[in-house]
């Protein structure tokens, strides 16, 4: 963030605020609408805006309707779409410089840009109409800018978008595909921890807890099967060890950087929570269902909300500005939410090149020449002009993919579902937006190749549903858990797990089907999916408050989804107060104090919620430090690593107890003395000033915020948090809530975390803000009637030349 920021600097110095006084005056919502005669166009389109600045649009055909959406998503989001399409394709220095030169190339690895334009061939005719129309509406409202009329992002940075194309829309699909399935660092992790005995090392890669909360299948009685991790390929020493996880680091950084910058980057390939309960246990007698993605706090959402009609089209949800219709939300007959299963999709190759002849590679059938992409990336010179120099670099890519990650003369191959052309995003939301029924719903994602999720459904007639969607591979021996031997086909991908088999189930007994990222599959299940879910405390939480009423209403799935209760810290805070011994230290008696009687809520004015959560996290530290060393612990990541504290503390094993203390209570005891001294410095002496929500503030970032004078108009003010990363409420981390109501689509509640505008100057740039710091997404009018009360015409699009 410092290079950004000396980016940052540069741009202020060359521009000056009168740059944007009046942007985008046109888009403020006035009392009479505004006609726009348009090409292209059949028929007239309506354009409405509620309260909240939601788009309600009203065409009499589905291309016309695209169209819009195109245009009306440009001018609430045009440079958050202009980010978002530079980031999948590894062109940010041609707008910021030299700064951001390696998170390009990296991305240009990938070769999203190419895949998206390869992706485009594989969609039917309607879906490619679809995102032809909305291309054509995006260029239309580009077009119809000038440069004191685009929005300010583009004036400060002196530079106008290019037209937007299909193949853009699709390439937003792969960023959520980077996001929500990338794991190959923990090959390379579990590789670096050959070293470790079998049972540590199982230990610190825990895969199960007592608290998971199944979906499909039982917990049948364990077979014991090592990791594979003894192959000779891979046995390193610990300073090696030490020295690939921090190379691993740095490039999980740089990837990071993008994906942080338009909202997209959440540790552990991201958190969510759904559930969605029968009519028996509501007292309406008909199906809720309910949503929360997890993703980092950014300026503008990363979500746009967004009402669709069209003869034979009914549709209202949010999608990610770029892409056409809705991918969360509901229609006329059904509802639907998602979280990230998490499989694991991908797999490295460690490739053996030819030192002779560096392009070819060794195969079970002799030497390959490897296909090498050349790729030019321009690089801005400076922020006077927008002037560009050009960077080229090699993509050397093997018959198992890229070569992704190279270390020491090894070279590693990145074999990934995202990378295959054939595995599309788009036409599974194209279908779910017009699904009638069950059997609709399962046929939108039999061709569905993005992230796998958690999809859960709900309908009009009463039923309840989820299937586990995506491509899961099949390999021909191992489970991808660390790097293959590329030239032999022992990591060889034979098919992927029949859709049939994917995880699913229809009305289940229960009456209600909760998924918060946590293992949802038994394992009696036949398939490996993967070895590391995350924590279940969330889900756990969510299905007690589902069975602590009987009958559940849209307040009470409101309530659920505010809650800010920690199971692990709870059980942390519990254990320290039962080791109570005869200590004369008054500030630890005060601690126990304090402990002893928290709620184990981690409510903003919370002091107890901070200091169980701080002293938690430095046992953790140091159980993983003495298990590792300090240097190997700084880069060990494991969703799950929650789970296997959990059994520390509970357990309190001498064998990881740190060789530096006598007992746990002593342990206990120092990280309590840990946690005053980081509550000290950040927060100052005032031990009243220790609250939760003091120490962990919300900060809701633009990437251009930060530049003096000029970044001011983009800020939002941080704020106290409400919830942590372990409580249903994660607090910072939720971009938007959804409850839906089927027995009155009228009552369905939705909100995202700011606004619908991207316009620091217009009032919906964060006027949903204080219904999300509150957890109380307000009602989302669907049927005709309502949306005429609620919203007023703002712009009717007419044909025109």
Known sequence: MRKHLAVYLLIASLSSISLFKGFHASAQQTSAPT?????????????????????????????????????????????????????????????????????????????????????????????????????????????????KTLPPEFQILQYRPRAWTPADSLSGGKLFSEVLSTSWQTDLMRAALADLPAEKREMLLTETSPLDALVVGKDTPEKKARLPLGD???????????????AVSEMSETLQRSLAR??????????????????????????????????????????????????????????????????????????????NLG??????????????????????????????????????????????????????????????????????????????????????????????????????FKSYGGATQNFIYADRDGHIGYYGAGRIPLRKSGDGSVPYDGSTDAGEWTGYIPFEQLPHVYDPPEGYIVTANQRIAGRSYPYFLTHEWAAPYRARRITE???????????????????????????FARAVVRSRQEETDA???????????????????????????????RFRQR?????????????????????????????????????????????????????????????????????????????????????????????????PQQGSISSVNVGAAVSMRFIATPDDWDMSRHGIALGESGDPTSKHYTDQLADWRAASPRAFPFTKAAVEKAATVSLLLVPGT
């Open 232 to 246: 000779p390929l891979f046995k390193t020493s610990k300073v090696e060890s030490v020295a690939l996880l921090h």
């Open 587 to 617: 500030k630890w008696v005060e601690t126990l104090k304090l402990l002893g009687e928290w709620d184990g809520k981690t409510d903003a004015d919370s002091r107890g919620a901070i200091m169980a959560v701080l002293m938690r996290d």
């Open 623 to 719: 159980i993983v430090a003495a298990a590792l060393g300090e240097e190997r612990a700084k880069d060990y990541r494991w969703s799950n690593v929650n789970s296997f504290i959990d059994r520390i503390i509970n357990e309190q094993p001498r064998e990881w107890l740190p060789k530096e203390f006598g007992s746990y209570p002593l342990l206990f005891m120092a990280c309590e003395r840990d946690a005053r001294e980081m509550l000290t410095k950040k927060l100052g002496a005032d031990e009243s000033k220790w609250t939760w929500g003091n120490y962990q503030q919300i900060t809701f970032a633009h990437p251009l915020a930060r530049a003096p004078l000029i970044g001011l108009q983009f800020a939002v003010a941080p704020f």
């Open 343 to 444: 499989p694991d999709v991908q797999d490295l190759y460690l490739e053996k090149f030819d030192k002779a002849n560096p392009k070819k590679y060794q195969t079970p059938s002799g030497w390959r020449e490897a296909e090498v992409r050349r790729e030019e990336i321009k690089v801005r010179k400076s922020f006077t002009e927008a002037a560009t120099d050009s960077e080229f670099i090699e993509v050397t890519v093997t018959r198992h993919g890229p070569i992704f990650f190279e270390r020491d003369g090894a070279r590693y191959a990145l074999k990934w579902t995202a990378l295959d052309p054939a595995a599309t995003e788009f036409d599974a939301f194209y279908q779910l937006n017009h699904a009638r029924n069950w059997k609709d719903f399962q046929n939108a």
């Open 35 to 147: 006609t726009i005669t348009q090409a292209g166009l059949k028929e007239k389109v309506t354009v409405r805006r509620d309260e909240r600045g939601i788009p309600y649009i009203e065409a009499a055909n589905e291309s016309d309707l695209y169209f819009a959406q195109g245009y009306i998503t440009a001018s609430d989001r045009l440079w958050q779409m202009d980010l978002l399409r530079r980031t999948a394709r590894g062109e940010l220095a041609e707008i910021f410089g030299r700064s951001v030169l390696e998170e390009d190339k990296k991305h240009r690895l990938f070769g999203f840009a190419q895949l998206a334009e390869a992706s485009l061939q594989q969609l039917s005719a309607p879906e490619r109409a679809a995102l032809e129309a909305y291309a054509r509406g995006v260029n239309a409202y580009i077009d119809s800018r000038d440069a």
């Open 545 to 571: 408050l589902l069975r602590a009423k009987p009958k559940l209403t849209p307040d009470d799935f409101q309530a659920i989804q505010g809650d800010t209760y920690s199971i692990p810290a709870m059980t």
């Open 262 to 339: 338009v909202g997209l980057y959440m540790e552990d390939r991201a958190v969510s929570n759904n559930w969605v309960v029968a009519g028996t246990r509501t007292v309406s007698g008909k199906p809720m269902l309910a949503n929360d993605p997890h993703l980092p706090p950014s300026v503008p959402s990363i979500w746009h909300m967004v009402h669709l009609s069209a003869p034979g089209l009914r549709v209202a949800g949010v999608t990610a500005p770029g892409l056409p219709g809705v991918l969360l939300g509901h229609n006329e007959q059904l509802a639907w939410g998602a979280t």
